[in-house]
T-cell receptor, first 110, second 111 residues
């Protein structure tokens, strides 16, 4: 079955550490996206990529980094520069007809 | 960044009641999408609308693409407890793969 997989489901980070969230899709979609969701809030765009080896900053890119070396993969690194990283992170892939979302990664700073 | 305005922000309804929510934008869109998010999960696409005035149903759900192309509406008939969740609208202009999401409507159904 085609789909989009995020891992891990839960992630704990110590202060000052970088962590990487995985996102893999087998839908053959060119475009991929990372969103952040805080409790009771909507979706805020972090980064997006419309083609391999190219990506653009979204609305809240500070403290995050991404890479797009393969069409199927779009990992997100939450760096130590992100001062408030505790949130629910959603990856999506899509076409002009809409997005398919992964099941999310909940990141908690301990 | 731009976000679409959804109304209401949250609502409690009795099981069996009908539900209406809407989404408005200052920009004209060519595509409207409606998603539902269950707690701790990613949003799932419910209905996609591609033409002004279009009315599309998916079971008990019906969505409409507003004539002005700046709004969209979602109706749920005869609500059931599993309708609980957050409903998001999303809009896109033609030629882009980038959707703008609404602020969400949180629905709680009382049995």
């Amino acid at each position: 079955d085609g789909g989009i997989t995020q891992s891990p489901k839960y992630l704990f980070r110590k202060e000052g550490q970088n962590v990487t969230l995985s996102c893999e899709q087998n839908l053959n979609h060119d475009a991929m996206y990372w969103y952040r969701q805080d409790p009771g809030q909507g979706l805020r765009l972090i980064y997006y990529s419309q083609i391999v080896n190219d990506f653009q900053k979204g609305d809240i890119a500070e403290g995050y980094s991404v890479s797009r070396e393969k069409k199927e993969s779009f990992p997100l690194t939450v760096t130590s520069a992100q001062k408030n990283p505790t949130a629910f992170y959603l990856c999506a892939s899509g076409t002009g007809a809409g997005y398919t979302f992964g099941s999310g990664t909940r990141l908690t700073v301990v | 960044g731009q976000q679409l305005n959804q109304s209401p922000q949250s609502m409690f309804i009795q099981e069996g009641e009908d539900v209406s929510m809407n989404c408005t934008s200052s920009s004209i869109f060519n595509t409207w999408l409606w998603y539902k998010q269950d707690p701790g999960e990613g949003p799932v696409l419910l209905i996609a609308l591609y033409k002004a005035g279009e009315l599309t149903s998916n079971g008990r759900l019906t969505a409409q693409f507003g004539i002005t192309r700046k709004d969209s509406f979602l109706n749920i008939s005869a609500s059931i407890p599993s309708d609980v969740g957050i409903y998001f609208c999303a809009g896109s202009t033609s030629g882009t793969y980038k959707y703008i999401f609404g602020t969400g409507t949180r629905l709680k159904v009382l049995a």
